[in-house]
């Protein structure tokens, strides 16, 4: 059984999402990869380009390119997940990084051009997801740098000293923005569970990146899966302890602030001084990709004293979660407890990281229950959400069972990433136990 989820897991990621950015979202024009494919399969060339969605493009072929160079190094698409990174990587660096004050755009006109120059945090630690990733996976120095600045800025100008955590989002010169919000959806407040999420998860891969380099100059040095010998970088101490303080500091900002005591549920706004804003929300498809999220962060950092506090907790908001499952594996997205709304549509995304969030406390824990939500709902992805055939997998279904197609196929928020990550991180845990 377990073996025939990884082979399933390797014919979609390879076959179906990644060949699908290779053949139609190359922007061989302008550079990059193109801004946009509607829910109907049309191809928008002139849509403007988003720091998220390149960034993710970044991480996603990275990732495939590493761990398909360890398990399976005879595939015939390695150079094509090279090179497609490897372009996702050169378009970041010349076009989205702003060489006059830091950071990333937050997106480009189709051509390139700075488009909307506010800094979002969220999107800064996308790119360090991606630079760190492209690193590990290569060895390249200048991905590792680029990600240390991007990790500077993000100290230097999204860091509340006062109260801890980090803020939302600045002007392009790092000062005061009114509208903080990640998007209109959202609500405006300084503070978010979402973006703490997308920087506890490139913090943790700079760190792990940074001390397989650092071994690696020691010669005491055993690649991780798929992670190559970085010939030749030298890491300073100083980054890797300033890196190190900034994770496990993250981590106790979700144990501490982020996670409500009482239900195990984590809030999801706040005012600067921590107080809960928005009302009483719960996002399902959030907790279930916290819980693992948090625990790879206390297992990458590898302080017994900080997994011991982190395991319970993973369980309890995994077990929170379980709120939003439905009895075909699927799980709905989120609920207002105070307007009694329940947005129940069956998101692509919420459904890769419930896969994921389970199979972890199955692997960590033992747990036959948590495995079987894992097989279920990848059993809801195969029979709903992937387009077997046009490729990649569609933005949602409504709990009635019709297909939203409304919704971009791909876009400045649908990107290759939570599903090949769902893909790679059962490969890769699979890889591990066999």
Not at 14 to 32: A, K, Q, S, V
Not at 98 to 121: A, C, H, I, R
Not at 364 to 369: R, V
């Amino acid at each position: 059984m377990i073996q025939t989820l990884k082979r399933e897991m390797q014919d979609v990621v390879e076959n179906n999402i990644l060949r699908f950015w290779l053949d139609r979202m190359i922007d061989r024009e302008h550079g990059g990869f193109y801004g946009r494919i509607d829910g109907h399969g049309t191809l928008h060339p002139d849509a403007e380009k988003g720091a998220i969605l390149n960034a993710r493009i970044l991480w996603s072929f990275s990732a495939a390119y590493r761990v398909f160079s360890h398990l399976s190094p005879l595939t015939s698409h390695l150079q094509e997940y090279l090179e497609a990174a490897t372009r996702a990587k050169d378009y970041i660096i010349d076009h989205f990084i702003d060489k006059e004050y830091g950071g990333v755009y937050w997106s480009l006109d189709s051509e390139g051009n700075p488009m909307d120059t506010k800094k979002q945090f969220y999107a800064i630690g996308f790119a360090i997801y991606g630079m760190s990733e492209y690193a590990r996976a290569t060895g390249d120095r200048e991905a590792l740098e680029c990600a240390l600045q991007l990790f500077d800025c993000i100290e230097e100008h999204a860091f509340d000293s006062e109260h801890n955590g980090y803020i939302e989002a600045c002007t392009r010169e790092w000062g005061t923005i009114a509208d903080m919000r990640l998007s209109e959806l959202d609500a405006n407040y300084p503070k978010s569970q979402n973006t703490h999420l997308h920087i506890i998860e490139p913090y943790a891969n700079l760190y792990r990146t940074l001390k397989e380099f650092r071994a690696a100059e020691s010669c005491d040095y055993v690649p991780a899966i798929g992670s190559v010998l970085p010939i030749g970088i030298t890491v300073p101490n100083d980054d890797v302890i300033r890196v190190e303080a900034a994770l496990r500091n993250i981590i106790g900002i979700f144990t501490d602030k982020i996670l409500n005591p009482e239900t195990h549920h984590l809030d999801l706004f706040f005012d600067m001084d921590w107080t809960r804003g928005a009302g009483h929300l719960e996002s399902y498809g959030h907790d279930i990709e916290c819980s693992w999220l948090m625990h790879e962060a206390a297992l990458v950092l590898g302080d017994r004293d900080v997994l011991a506090k982190v395991e319970p907790i993973v369980r309890e908001v995994a077990k929170a979660s379980e709120k939003g499952l439905r009895p075909d594996g699927s799980m709905i997205h989120e609920a207002n407890l105070d307007t009694g709304h329940v947005d129940d549509d069956l998101h692509w995304w919420v459904q890769a990281e419930n896969v994921v969030g389970w199979y972890n406390i199955y692997q960590h824990f033992g747990d036959e229950k948590a495995l079987q939500h894992a097989l279920r709902c990848w059993d809801y992805i195969k029979r709903n959400l992937i387009d077997y055939d046009n490729g990649e997998w569609y933005w949602s279904r409504h709990i009635d069972g019709t297909l939203n197609t409304v919704d971009d196929k791909a876009g400045f928020w649908k990107c290759p990433y939570h599903n090949s990550r769902m893909c790679l991180e059962i490969i890769e845990r699979i890889g591990t136990e066999n």
